[in-house]
Structures are given as structure tokens and as C-alpha cells.
Nanobody, 127 residues
Framework: QVQLVESGGGLVQAGGSLRVSCAAS????????MGWFRQGPGKEREFVAS????????FYADSVKGRFTISRVNDKKTVYLQMNDLNSADTAVYYC????????????????????WGQGTQVTVSS
């Protein structure tokens, strides 16, 4: 069973930066495509970013493109989300997700494609 644990959330000022991390255990990390999702207050869960098994393919939501960077270090079984130029719309619980699907090389952008989820880490941006 794959287990995911997020960390690094917190309170930041608008325009600031934060990096959240997701540590995986219980599986072969290099087999997993990884994704970040978020859910703001009163909002539906939305896709943020995803990364392929090797790290060679990344996708981003339009709302974060150019500001956020997803990366992974397979030797550490960890995926990161570097968030820059944060604004109030980025306030949300950020969730890490993983899938071992072999149907495509592309890392999914749909939450329903991810069977493994972390508990989430709160990111609050103050103005």
C-alpha cells in the first residue's frame, strides 16, 4: 500500500514563496506518476500539477503556470511543489496524489485517476 505524507504548508504573505513536499512509502516510487491538487474553502478540488515517473513530463494548471514548479527526487521518494508569487487564490489545502497506472506515460490531470492520496497540508496566503 502506498502512503503519502505532505509537509511544508503554512502562512505566507502575498507575493511570497513556499515549498511543500510529499514523501512516499510502501511502493516503488519510480513506478508512480505524481500529482498535486488543492481545495480552497467552499471550492471543488482542482488540479495543480503533475509529473511523470522519470520527471521528464510535467503538466500545470493555467492558474499556476509560470509560478509553480513540480519536481521529484526518486532516490528520496519525494515530490515537491515550489510555489512562488503566491496570492490569495492559492489559499487551499494541498494534496499529494500518486498512481501506478501503465496506460499512459503522461502524468494524469484528473483526480479520479489517482488511487493514492495524502492527508493534505494547509497553505494560507495573507494580503
Amino acid at each position: 500500500q502506498v502512503q503519502l505524507v505532505e509537509s511544508g504548508g503554512g502562512l505566507v504573505q502575498a507575493g511570497g514563496s513556499l515549498r511543500v513536499s510529499c514523501a512516499a512509502s510502501g511502493g516503488q516510487f519510480s513506478r508512480l506518476a505524481m500529482g498535486w491538487f488543492r481545495q480552497g474553502p467552499g471550492k471543488e478540488r482542482e488540479f495543480v500539477a503533475s509529473i511523470s515517473r522519470s520527471g521528464g513530463i510535467t503538466f500545470y494548471a493555467d492558474s499556476v503556470k509560470g509560478r509553480f514548479t513540480i519536481s521529484r527526487v526518486n532516490d528520496k521518494k519525494t515530490v515537491y511543489l515550489q510555489m512562488n508569487d503566491l496570492n490569495s487564490a492559492d489559499t487551499a489545502v494541498y494534496y499529494c496524489a500518486a498512481t501506478a497506472t501503465i496506460l499512459t506515460v503522461n502524468p494524469p490531470r484528473e483526480g479520479e485517476e489517482y488511487p493514492y492520496w495524502g492527508q493534505g497540508t494547509q497553505v494560507t496566503v495573507s494580503s
